[in-house]
């Protein structure tokens, strides 16, 4: 079976763009999370979404938005990008009220690194 | 969230030996944990959880142990190799709401 699958693996990105950040679940897996972690850091929550709809988003600007596909794909867009935004950016599929792996499985991630 | 800057805990421990990662948890309404390992380039990896009903779990060659009357967690590893070498975060599912995670540790393992 396929994991979370996240791409692209590395990029680098100027000041002041727009970077689009993608994410396919486990088969079956209707919920997508993404985290922002920062080298040395814990993983910080950005977003979760499940069946399309928002079901929360922890304590980023505007600049950051997200969006789930019927195919429960889901793509993370961050905009105006800051120095600050360099980090690996971790996306995880789960069960909606699943537990352990069928909670929370993640990918292994996206680096963005802003020059 | 929380922040341990550019320097996270570091366990170092002999080959062999057994290896106890702890956690201090913030929100006394959380009623799952879990325990990931992360090893360089990789997202975080499900080692084991437990629910706020028991006090203690175990896996193979790992066991967390929960502690809510001081909100602590730990994870114990028996038999530490070296393939164990990575950070380990704790996190915590309050009811409804995404998983926080608790500050790393860097666990050594010295063959």
């Known amino acids: 079976d396929a994991g979370v699958t996240q791409s692209p693996t590395h990029l680098i990105k100027t000041r002041g763009q727009q970077v689009t950040l993608r994410c396919s679940p486990i088969s079956g897996h209707k919920s997508v999370s993404w985290y922002q972690q920062v080298l040395g850091q814990g993983p910080q929550f950005i977003f979760q979404y499940y069946e399309k709809e928002e079901r929360g988003r922890g304590n980023f600007p505007d600049r950051f938005s997200a969006r789930q596909f019927p195919n429960y794909s889901s793509e993370l867009n961050v905009n105006a990008l800051l120095l600050g935004d360099s980090a690996l950016y971790l996306c995880?599929?789960?069960?909606?009220?699943?537990?352990?792996?069928?909670?929370?499985?993640f990918g292994s991630g996206t680096r963005l690194t802003v020059v | 969230g929380e922040s341990v800057g550019l320097h996270l805990p570091t366990l170092s421990v002999q080959e062999g030996d057994n290896s106890i990662i702890n956690c201090a948890y913030s929100?006394?309404?959380?009623?799952?944990f879990i325990w990931y390992k992360q090893e360089s380039g990789k997202g975080p990896q499900f080692i084991i959880d437990i629910r706020s009903n028991m006090d203690k779990r175990q896996g193979q060659r790992v066991t967390v142990l929960l502690n809510k009357t001081v909100k602590h967690l730990s994870l114990q590893i028996a038999a530490t190799q070296p393939g164990d070498s990575a950070v380990y975060f704790c996190a915590e599912n309050p009811r409804n709401t995404p998983l926080v995670f608790g500050k790393g540790t860097r666990l050594s393992v010295i063959a």
């Open positions: 929100n006394s309404a959380s009623d799952y």
């Open positions: 995880a599929s789960g069960t909606l009220g699943g537990e352990g792996k069928q909670g929370y499985t």
